[in-house]
């Protein structure tokens, strides 16, 4: 397979399997074969683009010819693909698992056909070096999530759905904005192009201003504090196989943007910038871990703990050393993993007590001992206990910062992981240990009974536990590949001359991040080059 | 030696199994795991003793420091035999303990992966790897506490002691990790060559502070000590093994294991000997207090912990010796007597003290094993207890620190009356209407804690080969040679004399113990204020803060959240701008022509009406008359077709929202004048900051935008005339690609919305989605 096909087919596989979805619309058996079967392609396509990526470096398709920075650009670093690959497992787990928990009714209005669209913009957005493009895809991932969330049209749903829309829209306003305002003031759209002339762009004051735009908007899809009130708000009211691909994915869009824009186009005042997105990152963890601490339902507990777990994600990129970064990107591999497989529980919970308030459900660790194992494996994970994936993110992100003497954001990062273990036992005994309540209704506490169902329903779970283990024993490997990939989002230069093949750089700063970015003790500190920006540098497209 | 730790680890896979098909007798069988282990152990005596190099390694993060490396030397020998000779015990005693229960299984696993991970604890080289082991039994601890988990004292004192001891590991990470930092090293092998340098670091007082909080928390020690008495609602095989033998020891492991990098300094006595004093005394007066043999035994393990750290604290190598000893010798006799107390328990179905007399009639062997036990701990000759004891205070005594020495014996003589308390009150005198049903357990269930007390005995009589390896173990401790001869009779000395002093007063406070009763029952009233009540009232603050802080941002209100959303994106455009709107102002085009003007004011004038409007047909028209004003800047800028496709959606807005209002009923006011005012206000600023922003980023432009190009490349190489088709259809055609999906996506919604109700369906699965309410509100009404 050539290079450039594997980065549009993450993009185009899941809108061939939406059209072939939208022409077996009568038929469920179909729609649920095709979409499984799209999953799974998506899934061979992002291995394989991983791969590509792994020994090729930075991929980079200019979309109908048209050269950098006029046409669009579609980029793939180790980044991309490490969200591209983790998006493809979270579509085939969930869809599988979708198959028992998804009534007839929703598949015929189009669950299938949505969920691959979904995709689309997930992958799009991960994929496209074009701020615009950028756009585009949020966009889609906005309208398939809000038609997701209403699918079924359950009071709750529209209830959710209706706050999610709404503040999803204001925050694209804000990105639309943005992007008008730094068009207005480069004439580009490119991200490559862009970070080059943001380097010696004469006015630090506009930059500012859109580095706050940027950071509000992806901000809130990320829903960092104090903008993520869209997602506790309707995270726990759609189906399970919803609400686990939103948890999974969506936040995740926002994150990687975050990453994105502040690694590569507003890294020329981090006194100012990181400083701000550190101190988002400890409130982000505090209040998020709070709010769940306050619920006393799975699904309400468990949207919380994303927002909790956002502020992890943020805490490496605003330390902004090699080590803190790859701290970042393993929280997220580990976060996707986990939290998706946690909501897939919640469901089978939810099956078994017929709710997911923790009053009423009960007992599950005597009549469900492989959920019981399953889901304990997953909490701790996520409160991180050695020797799951959880445990290796947050030492990652604490030594990064010990390594730069940023105290304050370790401690609220040991403080929350304390109450992220309250939470999680919270829910362990509640649901688990404690008998089940008396009230409870015996034929609410059902298996499903073919041998297939069982599969479907447990099979993507088993499948995310392994991972969850299967990352922890693997950490060398693992971390291996997170500071890889933080050394290459770090590097700039690199990015810009793989979009920009002619464009002439500034001598200044080439190599300069990776030369500081050997892990060591007490190595970590900041590029240097990039702590103060002299004067205006020289950046030009030829 | 990665071996053992897997063979266990396979055993404990493979004890659900073994509990189905043998039952209750299959704990002979697991024992044979640790008990393998434990004879493999053994064979490294000789190596250990002669301080060869026992070590094993395999990287597992590089970048991270963490490498899987294990060394046995005397201290994590004398550790390892311990964690797997009384685990073997323990494995066939829980088998008898919970004969018949089909959670038999689900215990030895827990207890087996315990075991390894507790091994691995006291073999791991890497400060790491030593963590990753340290909390896989606090996870593998809480799980045993809670194992009655249908009980809520249970469950609670499973997470108190979760938290505690959890707590406790995450500030021991950190410590860990700046130790690490600071020696340029993550094997304490290779940081006791550079203990100066540590010790001089500037990182020297925080990580002491950290590790030794972690240390404190998980060996109980006060304040933290409240956690270990309510972990007694475990079944008594985890007591006698997790929280008296083993895990609550590993607090005490690590600081001995760290005291040649980290011991030696002022900070390092006056941090740990006060603590451990203060511990050491307090577990003996509240032993007294207590009627529950289980809680008595839990407080006297608690004084004796303290004793250890004390030892450890002053850091001679006479107390470092003593500390060993010491060790040894309590997990002998506190493993035993609980086992004893869990046979009781098993017999009688009582644990209370004052219930309890005359137990020795029908159950002589158990009786036995008290008294075998009782002597050890009262510390009288000829056990291993009594040489334990003599060694402690020949060690402190001869620091001539007499309040350390004072505090000492009255602790000692708190005990010497526990002992009394668990040993002779239950199973002398009058017989209780208790204990007259009781009978005999089975040997598995009096077997083990004989063996630990002959064992006490022994050791006791013959402590000649085993002070090679006490000695190799100080040695380890005290980062030099150290020789240890331990005899069991001293001839007559200080250190006896006060033994004998202890004797008689452990006696005489036994003897007299009914006329305590009114000092305890004086200061019961005290008890809510001490660290437990602490611990409750914090919980309890905590949740309160959540629930507090939770119902005022995630009120449910989505005004409210877009109030703040604008808000916050107008104040970071300011805070970022900071005081730079000056300089932006001066150079700014305001050259403008008449009808932009008027176009301008239409504008304004459309908006306006819009949102004053009685009605909602006005209020229609008018936003379609803002639009169309739009539409007519774009004609005045030179963008026809753009003003074409504007005047289109326009009209169809129009019409769409004619058609959908005409259904809805009357336009009302909901909100107050005040609300409007204020929401006026936001509106007018967010869009006049936008406004502003839009004009300023117009005069700072850097370079010449990207149009050019377009208008350039769109005949000869696109093939097109209109550049801004060619531009839509071709230059950026992925865009558009994405604009199509999502008119399409909004199609399956407006169809799926129309035509899927929830009537439709009264199979409905989805319970919880009917709910209405938003998060907080909701969980904050069930909270309250």
């Known amino acids: 397979m050539s290079a450039q096909v594997a980065v ?17 619309w009568k038929s469920i058996p179909a729609q649920k074969i095709i979409g499984v079967g799209g999953s799974t392609l998506l899934l061979i396509s992002a291995a394989a683009l991983w791969w590509q990526v792994d020994r090729n470096d930075i991929l980079v398709l200019q979309v109908g010819n048209w050269p950098a920075p006029f046409g669009i650009t579609l980029v793939a670093d180790r980044l991309s693909a490490i969200m591209v690959l983790l998006a493809g497992l979270m579509v085939f787990a969930v869809s599988v698992y979708s198959l028992v928990t998804i009534d007839d009714r929703r598949v015929e209005f189009g669950f299938h056909p949505l969920v691959q669209l979904l995709l689309m913009g997930v992958c799009g957005a991960f994929l496209t070096g074009d701020l615009f493009n950028l756009y585009v895809w949020f966009e889609v991932m906005l309208i398939a999530s809000f038609v997701l969330l209403t699918l079924g049209g359950e009071r709750g749903q529209l209830e959710g759905a209706i706050k999610y829309v709404t503040l999803n829209l204001i925050s694209s306003a804000v990105f639309l904005a943005a992007i008008g305002v730094i068009y207005a003031a480069t004439g580009t759209l490119n991200m490559a192009d862009l970070a080059l002339k943001l380097r010696s762009f004469p006015d630090e004051g506009i930059v500012s201003v859109l580095a706050m735009l940027f950071l509000i908007a992806f901000g809130t899809k990320a829903a960092v504090f104090p903008l993520f009130f869209w997602l506790p708000a309707s995270y726990h009211t759609p189906p399970v196989a919803v609400s686990a691909i939103f948890a999974g994915l969506l936040t995740k ?17 981090l006194d100012f910038t990181h400083n701000l997105l550190l101190l988002i990152a400890g409130l982000t963890m505090v209040t998020g871990v709070l709010g769940a601490m306050a619920q006393s339902e799975i699904r309400r507990i468990l949207s919380f703990h994303i927002v909790s777990q956002i502020g992890y994600m943020l805490m490496g990129l605003a330390l902004f050393t090699p080590l803190a970064l790859a701290g970042s990107v393993f929280y997220i591999i580990h976060h996707i993993v986990v939290k998706t497989n946690l909501f897939l529980i919640g469901g089978v919970v939810e099956r078994h007590c017929g709710t997911g308030r923790l009053a009423e459900t009960g007992g599950l660790s005597g009549s469900a001992p492989v959920l019981a194992t399953l889901f304990f494996l997953s909490a701790m994970s996520l409160a991180g206990i050695p020797p799951l994936s959880g445990f290796f993110a947050k030492l990652t992100l604490i030594q990064g910062g010990l390594e730069a003497e940023r105290y304050a954001i370790v401690a609220a990062a040991l403080g929350v992981s304390l109450l992220t273990m309250f939470s999680m ?6 649901v688990f240990w404690k008998p089940a309540p008396e009230e409870a209704l015996p034929e609410a506490c059902g298996e499903p009974h073919s041998m297939t169902d069982r599969f479907s329903l447990y099979g993507p779970i088993l499948l995310l536990a392994t991972f969850t283990v299967g990352i922890g024993l693997m950490a060398g490997p693992v971390m291996k590949a997170s500071l890889a990939t933080a050394r290459q989002l770090l590097d700039q230069d690199a990015y810009i001359q793989a979009v920009l093949p002619n464009s002439r750089l500034p001598e200044s700063e080439a190599g300069a991040a990776d030369s500081n970015a050997d892990v060591g003790p007490l190595a970590g500190q900041r590029p240097a080059a990039q702590e103060s920006p002299q004067s205006p540098r020289g950046g030009t497209v030829e | 030696m990665f071996l053992w730790l897997w063979v266990i680890l396979i055993a404990a896979g493979l004890a659900p199994g073994v509990s189905r098909m043998v039952g209750s007798r299959g704990g002979w069988l697991l024992a044979l795991v640790p008990a393998g282990v434990a004879v493999c152990l053994l064979q490294q005596w000789p190596a250990v003793v002669n301080q060869q190099n026992v070590s094993a390694a395999v990287d597992w993060v590089p970048s991270l420091h963490l490498m899987v490396s294990l060394r046995l030397d005397g201290l994590s020998l004398l550790f390892g035999l311990l964690v797997t000779g009384i685990g073997a015990l323990v494995l066939v005693y829980a088998g008898a303990y919970l004969k018949g229960d089909e959670r038999l299984g689900r215990l030895w696993m827990f207890l087996l992966l315990f075991m390894a991970a507790m091994l691995g604890v006291v073999l791991a080289d890497n400060l790491l790897t030593l963590f990753i082991f340290w909390e896989l039994t606090s996870i593998t601890s809480y799980l045993l506490i809670g194992f009655n988990s249908d009980r809520p004292e249970s469950r609670a004192s499973a997470l108190q002691a979760l938290l505690v001891t959890g707590g406790g590991g995450l500030l021991l990470l950190p410590g860990l990790l700046l130790l690490g930092f600071a020696g340029q090293s993550f094997e304490i092998s290779e940081l006791l060559n550079h203990a100066d340098q540590i010790q001089q670091h500037a990182f020297y007082g925080p990580m002491l502070v950290l590790i030794l909080l972690g240390a404190f928390t998980k060996s109980a020690q006060f304040p933290f000590h409240f956690w270990l008495p309510d972990a007694m609602a475990a079944p008594t095989p985890i007591s006698a093994y997790l929280h008296s033998a083993t895990m609550v020891k590993a607090g005490v492991y690590l600081v001995a294991r760290l005291h040649p990098v980290l011991g030696g300094t002022a900070e390092w006595f006056w941090m740990i000997a006060p603590i451990g004093t203060a511990t050491m005394v307090l577990g003996a007066v509240l032993a007294l207090r207590a009627t529950d043999l289980k809680q008595i035994l839990a407080y006297a393990t608690i004084s004796v912990l303290g004793t250890l750290m004390m030892l450890l604290g002053i850091g001679t190598e006479a107390t470092l010796t003593a500390a060993l000893v010491l060790l040894v010798a309590h997990a002998l006799y506190k493993g035993g007597l609980f086992m004893m107390a869990g046979a009781v328990d098993h017999a009688v179905h009582q644990r209370d003290i004052r219930l309890l007399g005359g137990l020795r009639s029908v159950m002589p062997a158990t009786c036995g094993a008290a008294l075998l036990a009782g002597i050890s ?7 291993f207890g009594f040489i334990a004891k003599e060694t402690w205070y020949e060690a402190v005594g001869s620091q001539a620190s007499v309040p350390y020495l004072v505090a000492s014996v009255l602790s000692n003589i708190g005990l010497v009356a526990a002992a009394g308390m668990v040993c002779i009150t239950p199973f002398f005198g009058r017989q209780t209407d208790a204990a007259q049903q009781a009978h005999e357990g089975g040997p598995a269930l009096w077997g083990p804690p004989v063996v630990l007390g002959i064992a006490g005995f022994c050791l006791g009589l013959l402590p000649g080969p085993f002070s090679e390896l006490l000695a190799a173990g100080s040695t380890a401790i005290a980062g030099q040679d150290v020789s240890v001869k331990l005899k069991l009779w001293h001839g007559v000395n200080a250190a006896l004399l006060l033994s004998l002093l202890t004797l008689a007063g452990g006696f005489l406070l036994y003897w007299q113990r009914h006329r305590l009763a009114g000092v305890i029952t004086a200061t019961d009233r005290f008890m809510p204020w001490g660290p437990a009540g602490a611990y409750r009232w914090l919980l309890k603050s905590v949740n309160q803060l959540a629930r507090g802080q939770t119902a005022i941002l995630q009120n449910g209100y989505l005004r409210y959240y877009l109030l703040m959303m604008v808000g916050l994106t107008v104040f970071s455009v300011w805070m970022a701008l900071g005081g730079e709107l000056s ?3 001066d150079p700014m085009p305001f050259d403008f022509r008449i009808h932009e003007v008027m176009l301008a004011g239409l504008i304004l004038m459309s908006a306006v009406v819009a949102v004053r409007a009685k009605t909602w047909l006005l209020s229609v028209g008018a936003l379609g008359i803002a639009g169309y ?3 007519g800047i774009f004609v005045l800028f030179g963008a026809p077709d753009l003003a074409m496709t504007q005047f289109v959606i326009e009209t ?22 005040h609300t409007r005012r ?8 967010a869009g006049g900051t936008i406004t502003m922003l839009l004009l300023f980023a117009m005069t700072v432009r850097s370079d010449h935008p990207i149009s050019a190009y377009y208008a350039a490349h769109s005949v000869p190489e696109a093939h097109g005339r209109n550049v801004v088709n060619v531009i839509l259809v071709d230059f950026r055609a992925l865009d558009t690609l994405g604009e199509i999906t999502v008119l399409s996506i909004a199609a399956i919604g407006v169809y799926s919305l129309l035509m899927l109700r929830p009537a439709a369906r009264p199979g409905s699965t989805d319970s919880s989605g009917n709910e209405a309410d938003d998060s907080s509100r909701g969980s904050a009404q069930r909270g309250n």
Do not use: C, N, Q
């Open chain 2, 583 to 585: 300089s932006h102002l």
């Open chain 2, 629 to 631: 004003a739009v539409a």
């Open chain 2, 678 to 685: 204020r929401d006026a206000l936001i509106a007018v600023v």
């Open chain 2, 377 to 383: 701990m009262a510390g009288i000759l000829p056990t």
């Open chain 2, 652 to 673: 169809l807005t129009v019409f769409l929202f004619v058609m959908a209002f005409s259904r809805l009923p009357d336009f009302r006011r909901l909100s107050s004048v």
């Open chain 1, 8 to 24: 549009i087919l993450p993009i185009a596989l899941p809108l061939a399997t939406m059209a072939v979805l939208v022409l077996a």
């Open chain 1, 253 to 269: 869009v926002g994150v990687y943007s975050l990453i994105r824009t502040f690694t590569l186009m507003f890294v020329t005042d």
């Open chain 1, 425 to 430: 036992t919270k829910i362990w005994a509640e």
